[in-house]
């Protein structure tokens, strides 16, 4: 009893279901989900105001590729440059060449490549549908939060982005995680599970500020209120995790340095275009 008191043993299968070489990965399935569920509140939303729905016959494969694209690239030029510049076919392709090859997936993604990766999928898609780029962006910041929660669910099933070791009763001790990250027998934070529970909150408080105030200030402040406050709580959870991209003794580490001009970003949007809306630009 003292044992399980003391930390919590995490050695999940990553796997759902196996069909001779291929895998169903909790992680995909997860991932799948967020963005499923998160289109059909869009949708809702869209119907809801009396848009027509052909808008969004393809902002999810935008959204889609534009986060794939993004958080894989930012995952290999922010935090492991040094292998990905001397094995580029691997940032593209899931799978590992050295020192055998295997079928990987896309296990690094980082979330701030996300968010470039994202806008500028959106900045195409706004030019193609002649529409502001902020009528996309308000909508989701009411859904990213909730995509990321199922996403950092898929990160606790895979043992992945762990966190700082800790002595607290609820510590989860990763037995089959990276033995790079450090020793899987060491009791850590569940940062995962902090975010995950952070972004179901923030998916809460969202979409309740969009129904109150959407509409009612200029497109983008919706956004910025979810950015701010979506990297300001990355900035805070980031000191329950390993530090990643920079030497081990620095104050803050590489996810921490790329979230401040997204808070700041996000800052200005939402003081800047808390006004009475301005007339159609679409």
Request: aromatic share 18%; glycine share 8%; charged share 15%.
């Amino acid at each position: 009893m003292n044992f399980l008191l003391n930390y919590i043993p995490w050695s999940p299968d990553p796997v759902l279901l196996r069909f001779g070489s291929f895998e169903l990965r909790y992680y995909s399935l997860f991932f799948a989900f967020g963005f499923i569920l998160g289109y059909m509140i869009i949708l809702r939303l869209v119907k809801k105001e009396g848009e027509k729905p052909e808008l969004l016959d393809q902002f999810l494969m935008y959204v889609v590729v534009g986060t794939i694209l993004g958080a894989r690239l930012g995952h290999c030029i922010f935090y492991d440059w040094e292998y990905f510049s001397q094995h580029p076919l691997e940032m593209f392709l899931p799978v590992q060449f050295e020192p055998e090859f295997q079928f990987t997936g896309f296990r690094g993604l980082a979330s701030h490549g996300g968010a470039f990766g994202i806008t500028a999928a959106l900045l195409l898609l706004a030019r193609r549908q002649k529409k502001s780029i902020f009528w996309y962006l308000d909508k989701l910041a009411v859904v990213v939060p909730l995509a990321g929660m199922f996403i950092r669910l898929g990160n606790l099933m895979n043992s992945e982005i762990v966190g700082e070791p800790t002595d607290l009763p609820w510590a989860f001790q990763f037995r089959l995680m990276s033995s790079h990250d450090g020793d899987p027998m060491e009791p850590r934070h569940p940062s995962q599970l902090y975010e995950a529970i952070s972004y179901l909150a923030i998916f809460g408080f969202m979409f309740w500020y969009y129904a109150k105030r959407y509409g009612k200030v200029q497109q983008g402040q919706v956004f910025g209120v979810f950015f701010a406050l979506l990297f300001f709580d990355r900035f805070l959870l980031e000191y329950t995790k390993i530090n990643e991209g920079i030497s081990e003794d620095a104050l803050i580490n590489m996810g921490q340095i790329l979230s401040i001009p997204f808070i700041l970003i996000g800052l200005y949007l939402a003081w800047s275009k808390n006004k009475p809306p301005t007339p159609k630009t679409y």
